[in-house]
């Protein structure tokens, strides 16, 4: 069930980006900051699809992708890279609140501070990779999009974010599985080709969307 369950996901983890879009900015840079703290909460869960493994988190990171360059086309760089500070801002305030609360000390009636333990304990260097990585995948992908977006003289709109997400997905998974996976998970080798594989299927998702909308809408 999980392929389904994979499709399902991603189509409504893309489908709220663009019900945020009609909501304005301020959603959208809700949705980037959330997508950013799910990721690395859900990523040290592994899972199998179509026989391959795979973490749970990559729809959440490419839907954050595509979220902001959806924010830089229609608000301007000024204001995606806003929405940047404000994700960086989001995964630092996850780390400290998930240290205080392991510091409680548990009740003798409580049954879930060990379970929060397990699931927290790779949490600072998951974190602190991530703000790492996400901060410079971001700025990667802002790069390519811009560049693509001059050669290609503002034109090819799902192009460009198709071209831009895919090459900054493969540079955020590659170094984030090396500086915050190895030594958890069983194979950087196979979760760095397995992830590439799943976010390739998410972006071919975003983009089947994009399109349709643009066909029935006229703009993204």
Known sequence: MNEIIFLIQAFFAIALVLVSKRLGKEAIFC??????????????????????????????????????????ELFGQEEASKAIKISFVALASFF??????????????????????????????????????????????LFLFN???KRLQ???????????????????????????????????ANVILFSTIVKCLSILISSLMLKTWIRCYGKI
């Open 31 to 72: 949705l980037i900051a959330l997508y950013a703290v799910l990721a690395n909460l859900f990523v040290v869960k592994q899972i199998n699809i179509l026989g391959l493994e795979v973490t749970a988190s990559d729809v959440f990171s490419v839907s954050s992708i595509f979220a902001l360059n959806i924010l830089r």
């Open 96 to 141: 400290l609140m998930a240290k205080f609360h392991l510091l409680y000390l548990p009740a003798s009636v409580d049954v879930t501070h060990k379970s929060f333990e397990i699931i927290l304990q790779h949490n600072f260097r998951i974190v602190a990779s991530s703000i790492l990585v996400f901060f410079l995948t971001q700025h990667v992908d």
């Open 147 to 149: 560049t693509l977006k």
């Open 154 to 188: 503002n034109r090819l709109p799902v192009t460009r974010m198709i071209i831009s997400v895919f090459l900054s997905q493969v540079f955020d998974t590659t170094l984030f599985s090396f500086i915050g996976l190895y030594g958890i998970i069983a194979s950087i």
